[in-house]
């Protein structure tokens, strides 16, 4: 199984955490019962969140499981349900008035990006040059989440920003190179490149570039396009992750008329 550098870090945060508390005695020498008393203090002692819980489960069930080659373990331990959170979209307006945000060709192009093609924040920084294929009109997106390539299509009015912004910027391997020559620019300098842009427009709700791919997919799936293909636009693994869209869609929504309007206030 393929694991993110996010969730390898996690993995490994939680791990250090259990063995500076166990000092003396070796984590490998933990049982299943041991094991859920600890995940039952973090719950009820630290009031740990639920995200928290989840990974620390996890984390120990991979060191036991793929590392120490134990036997699958069942640990029974009352995992806190996560919260059914709404994905931040915006209306194509405040989708419109945030990219336009910017005068610095480059934040312009990079905040496009994420929302003409739905691409997540790491990958809009680890595109290459080469990975802009007009003759195709696609881009690849190269060893995504799960370690998984896939390619989505490329607006003719992003190309047409993008060859404006490579006559300016001339990049040699990476799309949006760093400060140093051939370095990807770094996903916290796109995530503040965002931040400044919402701040020119006065946006305070709450959503950071993430936001754009799911305006993206949601503003696909308002204006009729299958539900599977939103799928395979956005690297999902399961139906499932991408059918939370219709539950922000307000195409819908929007058509009901309320009770309120017929009454005749």
């Known amino acids: ?127 290459k040059v080469e990975d802009i294929d007009s003759s195709r009109m696609v881009i690849y997106v190269r060893r995504a989440k799960g370690k998984k390539d896939r390619m989505v299509m490329l607006s003719p009015v992003l190309l047409e920003k993008l060859r404006d912004y490579y006559k300016a910027y001339k990049p040699k391997s990476y799309l949006f190179e760093g400060q140093c020559p051939e370095e990807a620019y770094s996903v916290r300098s796109i995530q503040q490149v965002f931040k400044e842009c919402k701040a020119k427009i006065k946006l305070r709700r709450k959503g950071g570039v993430h936001s754009l791919r799911h305006s993206f997919a949601t503003h696909l799936l308002e204006a009729g396009t299958d539900v599977r293909v939103i799928q395979e636009l956005l690297g999902h693994e399961s139906i499932k992750t991408t059918v939370r869209y219709t539950h922000v869609s307000v195409k819908n929504i929007t058509q009901v008329q309320s009770p309120l309007d017929r009454i005749g206030l």
């Open 1 to 127: 199984m393929a694991y993110s550098p996010n969730t390898i870090r996690l993995y490994h945060s939680e791990i250090l955490v259990l063995m500076r508390l166990l000092q003396h005695i070796p984590i490998y020498s933990l049982e299943p019962p041991q094991i859920r008393a600890y995940a039952l203090w973090l719950i009820e002692k630290k009031k740990a969140s639920e995200a928290r819980v989840h990974t620390v489960i996890n984390a120990l069930k991979y060191y036991f499981e793929q590392i120490r080659l134990n036997p699958k373990m069942f640990i029974e331990v009352p995992r806190p349900k996560k919260p059914i959170q709404l994905p931040s979209v915006w209306s194509q307006q405040t989708v419109k008035e945030l990219l336009s945000a910017s005068s610095n060709l480059k934040h312009q192009t990079i905040l496009m990006l994420g929302y003409a093609a739905g691409l997540r924040v790491s990958e809009i920084a680890s595109l």
